[in-house]
């Protein structure tokens, strides 16, 4: 085998290992806290249309005595409040007491009656394509009164440092393709002097993913096609008589 035909296969072939993505492409379905459809923040106690509450505790005897659509408000109580792209969320307003808790005339529904913590669960789905090779999502959270953990499709993942009241977090594995889902408990801690204690969470995210570089696929090919023309010319020259080959 001659240099130059050695050297022409290796180049084909390393065309055909090298991996060829994208740059990051926005996950557009994915929502922080308190926004309509077009990224936008809600009104005081409109309906989120991306976060859901998936588990609640037993309040006045009803096991999970909410399960839906979460609401945003604007809670100046609360220390974060409102960021600009980002609102709070939590139940819809509930119960007979609208004297315990009154941020901007709203009060938030929390454990009741209930002398020991009470957990919450926060869910916001979003998709990603069947070709994706990578992806990521960072963000910050805060929770009232604490975060205790963050999941992505039932996986538990880790969350970092607290930055004025919100705990930073990055996930960069356990994705699938199509539909995920993403998770935040909350813990509520009672305090015995009150019957309604408020409870609620805001997050603020985003996330990127690559695919496969369509042109490097191509090269790929065109590299498959290169190495085999080559190795058919080199058979066929193989097969000539010394006085055919060309000089």
């Known amino acids: 085998m001659s240099v130059h035909f050695r050297s022409a296969v290796f180049g084909a072939l390393l065309a055909l290992a090298i991996p060829v993505v994208t740059s990051a492409a926005p996950i557009t379905d994915l929502f922080s806290t308190g926004l309509d459809a077009s990224g936008t923040l809600l009104p005081n106690g409109g309906t989120d249309p991306h976060w859901t509450v998936i588990s609640s505790p037993t309040i006045s005897g009803t096991p999970n005595f909410y399960n839906g659509s979460a609401k945003a408000y604007y809670i100046t109580a609360w220390t974060p409040t409102n960021q600009a792209n980002s609102q709070w969320i939590s139940m819809p307003n509930g119960g007979n007491d609208t004297t315990e808790f009154v941020p901007t005339d709203q009060f938030v529904e929390g454990a009741v009656y209930e002398f020991v913590p009470q957990d919450y669960v926060y869910q916001t789905t979003f998709t990603l394509p069947a070709d994706f090779v990578t992806a990521e999502i960072t963000g910050r959270w805060v929770a009232d009164n604490e975060g205790i953990a963050m999941k992505l499709n039932g996986a538990t993942k880790p969350f970092g440092s607290i930055v004025d009241g919100f705990q930073t977090f990055s996930i960069t ?21 009150e019957n ?13 993913y690559a695919v496969p570089e369509p042109t490097g696929m191509g090269l790929a090919a065109s590299g498959l096609a290169v190495a085999g023309g080559l190795g058919i010319r080199r058979r066929f020259l193989s097969r000539r008589k010394p006085d055919q080959l060309p000089a």
């Open 196 to 208: 309604f204690n408020p409870t609620g969470m805001q997050v603020q995210l985003s996330g990127t």
């Open 173 to 193: 594995d356990g994705f699938v393709a199509g539909s995920n889902t993403l998770s935040f408990d909350v813990r509520n801690l009672r305090q015995v002097a």
